[in-house]
């Protein structure tokens, strides 16, 4: 080979190696997903960052059918989900990364039953729940409360509390035309306190001057739901792409750690399993 070829060569070969064989080590962590969990993962990483100052965790919401679009596209790292991938979703997964990725459970949760503190129903059975927000039953009235109109508040079609609501409550039936919707359970509870009417739905760990109804009899407490006698609970969920390696398997360690679960349990939500930090 020629002197001015070889060196040619040589720096060609130093590029590719600097450029392609070593693996870009980040620092930033990127959620993107449901609302539900905006506040629980906020939190999360607000602890993990001041044990860990080099890291940086940027959260944010906008729904979990949007998180898992980010997660397909590749623009952030976990997805944070309050239900599981639909068909369709898992589909999309496949077909981009070769696989349906990775979920991990991070906690339990109820979903709560949001009444005005001055409306005297705070006690619904199952199946009236579903009537309200299907539209069968519209006055309280018939439920020994007011004689006024109810109205149902409802989370926006991108929430995994909609989908997940409409599934298992009202059992595939559609929302009632007349339900109110608000882009976060934040809101919801909102307008749950500024309406004595109104009626929601949303995360055992949202707080508020808001009462959360018992389902049958049962509150949403930790107690009941742990021992699964509240009749509407969830896991929580974490997905990524592929296995987690680095700053992410690092944080979603510490997530599943007893240290992490104590931030779940403070946030107003159900750890995994028995833990008295």
Same mark, same amino acid.
């Given at each position: 080979?020629?002197?001015? *070829?070889? #060196? ?10 600097? !450029?392609?064989?070593?693996? =870009?080590?980040? %620092?930033?962590?990127?959620?993107? +997903? ?17 044990? @860990?100052?080099?890291? &940086?965790?940027?959260?944010? +919401?906008? +729904? /979990? ?10 623009? /952030?790292?976990? !997805? ?18 070769? &696989? ?7 906690? #339990?949760?109820? *979903? &709560?039953?949001?009444? @005005? ?11 009236? *729940? ?14 020994? +409360? ?11 079609? %991108? ?20 339900? =109110? ?61 592929? /296995? ?32 008295? *930090?």
């Amino acid at each position: 080979m020629k002197p001015e *070829l070889y #060196k040619y060569f040589i720096i060609l070969l130093l590029i590719f190696n600097s !450029c392609s064989f070593r693996p =870009v080590e980040t %620092n930033e962590i990127k959620i993107v +997903g449901s609302d539900t969990m905006l506040e629980l993962t906020s939190n999360l990483a607000e602890h993990y960052m001041k044990e @860990n100052p080099g890291i &940086s965790i940027i959260v944010e +919401g906008g +729904g /979990t059918a949007e998180g898992i679009k980010a997660l397909i596209k590749n623009q /952030t790292d976990i !997805c944070t989900a309050s239900r599981n991938l639909k068909p369709d979703e898992a589909k999309l997964l496949a077909d981009y990364y070769g &696989s349906l990725g990775l979920v991990f459970l991070i906690a #339990k949760d109820a *979903l &709560s039953i949001y009444v @005005n503190p001055n409306n005297p129903v705070k006690d619904l059975s199952f199946n009236q *729940l579903k009537d309200i927000y299907s539209g069968k039953t519209n006055n309280w009235a018939k439920l020994n +409360g007011k004689d006024a109109l109810i109205i149902p508040v409802v989370r926006n079609p %991108n929430s995994g509390t909609y989908l997940y609501f409409m599934e298992h409550v009202l059992e595939g039936s559609e929302y009632t035309a007349n339900s =109110v919707t608000e882009p976060t359970t934040k809101e919801i509870v909102k307008f749950v306190e500024e309406n004595e009417n109104a009626i929601g739905y949303g995360g055992m760990g949202y707080k508020g001057n808001v009462v959360h109804a018992k389902i049958n009899g049962v509150e949403p407490s930790e107690n009941n739901v742990r021992n699964d006698t509240y009749p509407i609970i969830r896991y929580l969920h974490f997905f990524t792409t592929k /296995t987690p390696g680095g700053a992410i398997k690092k944080f979603i360690d510490w997530v599943l750690s007893p240290s992490g679960q104590s931030v779940v349990r403070k946030s107003g939500f159900i750890p995994l399993w028995e833990n008295k *930090l």
